[in-house]
């Protein structure tokens, strides 16, 4: 693990722990596999490319993702009918999305975010503090479109 995402880990790790939860093998792995991931993952995913050490079964992963989901340290993105993806929340890391309503197959939009101005006119106008957003365009990708 690069030593900035060793950085990553150990924040969000005290981060949780002042929050009250403890820090287990599994929480970790499901973390650094997060950290380590180029796109969001769903939780077969997350489970196959977890350490081999501290590897969970799928339904110890969701329990994990839903606590970080509660405590603000992942988002989860995905349809209903379809596997749900889950990726870090990092405010210098923040990413959209097109995700195909046909196969569910998710893509990310190389386009700046054009919300990031919105969000922080809101924050100042507002007063609200440490606002974050979730965009995610819904569509047919070329190959479903066939």
């Known amino acids: 693990?690069?030593?900035?995402?060793?950085?990553?880990?150990?924040?969000?790790?005290?981060?949780?722990?002042?929050?009250?939860?403890?820090?287990?093998?599994?929480?970790?792995?499901?973390?650094?596999t997060l950290i380590d991931a180029d796109r969001p993952l769903t939780i077969a995913e997350i489970s196959e490319r977890m350490d081999s050490a501290a590897r969970c079964d799928p339904a110890t992963v969701y329990r994990i993702l839903e606590k970080?989901?509660?405590?603000?340290?992942?988002?989860?993105l995905g349809m209903h009918e379809r596997a749900m993806y889950f990726e870090l929340l990092h405010r210098e890391n923040h990413h959209d999305y097109l995700l195909c309503t046909g196969c569910g197959s998710i893509t990310q939009v190389s386009a700046a975010c054009p919300v990031g101005a919105l969000e922080r006119q809101l924050q100042e106008t507002t007063g609200?503090?440490?606002?974050?957003?979730?965009?995610?365009?819904?569509?047919?990708?070329?190959?479903?479109?066939?």
């Open 1 to 32: 693990m690069s030593p900035t995402n060793q950085q990553t880990l150990e924040s969000i790790i005290a981060q949780l722990r002042s929050k009250g939860m403890r820090k287990t093998a599994g929480l970790t792995s499901v973390i650094e």
């Open 68 to 76: 970080l989901e509660k405590a603000r340290v992942v988002r989860k």
């Open 128 to 146: 609200f503090t440490n606002l974050t957003h979730e965009l995610v365009f819904y569509g047919m990708c070329p190959k479903c479109s066939q």
